[in-house]
């Protein structure tokens, strides 16, 4: 009998714990999204001249259980001071959502036009903007490559190079001064007095530089020599643009070495210093033993 009641006690709880397994919990709504209309578009991509009108159609998903009520903007875009990509707080005039706010009923998809005006004096070359969406204190935006044609220029520079020993760490500036979206590659290398210390093929760089923006950038720099003097060159590259260099000098010293070097030195000449002063103030022994003896045998 109490090996039935502990199969019957055990199957209970085996039974208990199954079902809170198995029991689901309430999952939260999924979030509403914005896309544009389309299959596999994660952008939109425009192409026009000045004084043109251009349309396109964005889709707002509410997969939810509750309407959602969206409002909506386009906005200018901007390289952020690491380089990431951000928009302006401030509506940007060029894009006209149809409506500025859209409540999108549950389980709903709604497909909203808008229209981009591109001023007549509009200069060619990349307008980075994005059609944003705010509610409930979320927002989400969608990236819109503009493009209006003309001469294009792709110009890069590199500025404000500078080597930070403390933090091994190479500090640079990228600018690109001409009118298109440009994906930088960057080449580096140091050369000291016996030879280069440091030499980094150009590797692309997760960034897409915006037309007049810059960035602000570091290279990591562990093992920098010892005792060395050396000029920092780095080689910037884009497509379509001409190469750009940076310089900067450094001169590495090991300061706590050789401070403790002068201490050795220090101690030791103070040392020596020390011995001699002591020798010239000691008085010769006299040699009265000596003569004592001498004496005494010519008397013997």
Known sequence: ??????????????????????????????????????????YFYLEGSPGTVLQDTLS?????????????????GYNTAEGSFAVRPTADNWITPLVTSAKVPAHTRADIPFSITVPPGAQPGDHPAAVVATAAGREVGVRIQLRLSGPTLSALTVEDV????????????????????????LAVRADGILGRVLNRPA??????????????????????????????????????????????????????????????????????????????????????PERELAETGAAT
Not at 23 to 42: M, V, Y
Not at 162 to 185: F, H
Not at 255 to 284: F, H, I, K, Q, S
């Open 1 to 42: 009998m109490r090996r039935a009641a502990l199969l019957a006690l055990s199957l209970l709880i085996t039974t208990l714990t199954t079902l809170t397994t198995v029991t689901p919990a309430f999952a939260a709504d999924p979030q509403w999204t914005l896309a544009p209309r389309g299959e596999g578009r994660p």
């Open 60 to 76: 707002l998903t509410n997969p939810g259980a509750k309407p959602v009520t969206v409002r909506l903007r386009g906005a200018q």
């Open 162 to 185: 500078s080597v930070d020993k403390g933090a091994g760490l190479i500090r640079y500036t990228l600018v690109n001064r001409g009118n298109t979206t440009l994906t930088p590659r």
């Open 203 to 288: 590797r692309t760089l997760p960034l897409e530089l915006l037309p007049s923006q810059r960035v602000k950038r570091t290279e990591k720099w562990p093992g920098t020599p010892l005792l060395d003097s050396v000029d920092v060159i780095l080689t910037a590259t884009a497509d379509d643009a001409t190469p750009a260099q940076g310089t900067a000098s450094a001169t590495f010293v090991p300061w706590g070495l050789l401070a403790g070097a002068g201490l050795l030195v220090a101690g030791a000449a103070g040392g020596a210093t020390w011995y001699v002063r002591r020798r010239r103030r000691t008085p010769d022994q006299p040699q009265a």
